[in-house]
């Protein structure tokens, strides 16, 4: 039988309450697990959302760059999250358009252009995050063109050129 102290309580500890404590951050170790395991998962999936449209684009625009005069109408499934989809040719002057301050303004695209970057397509969020290069582009003037994917489609027309392909809104 417990032992009373000098003011009638018994010393045992009782049991219950460190079980709750321990439950508790047990299932808060489990829920903080779950939360970067699903996070990481996320992250992976749109990482390869973005290689797969990617290869795709590239492997279109491939093939159909050495059909000289083929035209083909493609819809693109633009990964998820982006607003927009540009296009430039590279070999043409840089288009002071798309410098800051203008009303189609894609400072980064811009810079890429001037630079001599080679990439020459440009996923955008609220600011320009993906660039791929997809070959040789030509697009006539003003050398660039910009497509809404807020619904995650984007339809263009390709056309083979021998050595590059020629790019315009679908």
């Known amino acids: 039988m417990p032992r009373k102290n000098e003011f009638g309580i018994q010393g045992q500890i009782q049991g219950q ?6 439950s508790v ?3 808060a170790l ?11 998962l996320l992250e992976k999936q749109e990482f390869v959302s973005i290689l797969k449209f990617e290869t795709y684009i590239q492997s279109e625009f491939e093939k ?17 999250g982006y607003n927009e989809i540009c296009f430039i040719d590279l070999s043409a002057p840089v288009n002071p358009a798309l410098s800051a301050g203008s009303s189609d303004a894609h400072p980064i695209i811009h810079q890429s252009w001037e630079l001599g970057n080679q990439k020459n397509i440009f996923l955008v969020k609220k600011i320009t995050e993906k ?5 040789t582009i030509k697009i006539e003037s003003p050398y660039y063109f910009c497509l809404d994917t807020s619904n995650g489609m984007a339809r263009i ?8 392909t020629i790019v315009a809104p679908g």
């Open 17 to 22: 309450p460190l079980i709750y404590m321990l």
């Open 25 to 27: 951050i047990i299932m």
């Open 30 to 40: 489990i829920l903080i697990y779950g939360y970067n395991a699903v996070n990481e």
């Open 64 to 80: 159909i760059s050495r059909q000289y005069g083929s035209t083909k109408i493609i819809n693109l499934n633009v990964p998820a």
């Open 131 to 135: 660039l791929i290069s997809a070959g």
């Open 157 to 164: 027309k390709i056309t083979g050129g021998g050595d590059h």
